[in-house]
């Protein structure tokens, strides 16, 4: 019943582009924060950043100033705006929905961590690369 999908993940050249998808459904993602990881070959999965219910965001050094999240209540969806994509970027990227639907998640100033986070999306394949 509860899903997440992301979708728009590819294929960028260095200083490039992107915008990743997490469609929910089954519930309501907009009661919940959501989160945005990621996972290279051979890496742990890393928090890149979340956004709250209310739409505040907290990113990972690694992404400030480049990557932007928003979300559409509306559409039950969120957003992840990438842009001066490096090769360091290159991973699988996952969404991910919280466990409660509290304020308390995404409310500090910390990227996201994977156990506080419980259902997640299948990923999708991000590769920049020249």
């Known amino acids: 019943q509860v899903q997440l999908v992301e979708s728009g993940g590819g294929l960028v050249q260095p200083g490039g582009s992107l915008r990743l998808s997490c469609a929910a459904s089954?519930?309501?993602?907009?009661?919940?924060?959501i989160g945005w990881f990621r996972q290279a070959p051979g890496k742990e999965r890393e928090g890149v950043l979340c956004?709250?219910?209310?739409?505040?965001?907290n990113y990972a050094d690694s992404v400030k100033g480049r990557f932007t999240a928003s979300r559409d209540y509306a559409k039950n969806t969120v957003y992840l705006q990438m842009s001066s994509l490096k090769p360091e970027d290159t991973a699988v990227y996952y969404c991910a929905s919280a466990r409660t639907s509290g304020w308390g998640t995404c409310g500090g100033s910390r990227p996201p961590e994977v156990n506080e986070y419980a259902y997640w999306g299948q990923g999708t394949q991000v590769t920049v690369s020249s």
């Open positions: 956004i709250s219910r209310g739409g505040r965001t």
């Open positions: 089954g519930f309501t993602s907009g009661d919940y924060a």
